[in-house]
């Protein structure tokens, strides 16, 4: 089982910026890497949205709606996941969550489904003003 943690959440203005990060620890898959870590983030009375993907060899995925202004990263040595925000907009406030698949056949295309993913953080608040 992994262990998440995520930091970094915060309030922001529109257009502002923000770095979420997320540590992982315990079992982290055969290889010492999560196959598949990803961001999810969910408002209130909405669906989790999966934001961006990204496999152990750095390989990316990002919903449309964050393409061109969100960067997601991983630093495996640190075991660290983490998501550049940029640009940010009210639309993004969101209580935003660290998602981690350790074996390749839990998510073999890094997709970014919920269902697809067994070990999740507690979540992060980033709200995005006017």
């Known amino acids: 089982q992994v262990q998440l943690v995520e930091s970094g959440g915060g309030s922001v203005e529109s257009g502002g910026s923000l770095r979420l990060s997320c540590v992982a620890s315990g079992y982290t898959g055969d290889s010492g890497n999560n196959y598949c870590m990803g961001w999810f983030r969910q408002a209130p009375g909405k669906e989790r949205e999966g934001v961006a993907t990204?496999?152990?060899?750095?390989?990316?995925d990002y919903a449309e709606s964050v393409k061109g202004r969100f960067t997601i990263s991983r630093d495996n040595v640190k075991s660290t996941l983490y998501l550049q925000m940029n640009n940010l907009k009210p639309d993004d406030t969101a209580t935003y969550y660290c998602a981690a698949e350790t074996e390749r056949w839990g998510n073999p295309l890094c997709r970014r489904a919920s269902a697809l993913f067994r070990s999740w953080g507690q979540g992060t608040q980033v709200t995005v003003s006017a």
């Open positions: 990204i496999y152990n060899d750095g390989d990316t």
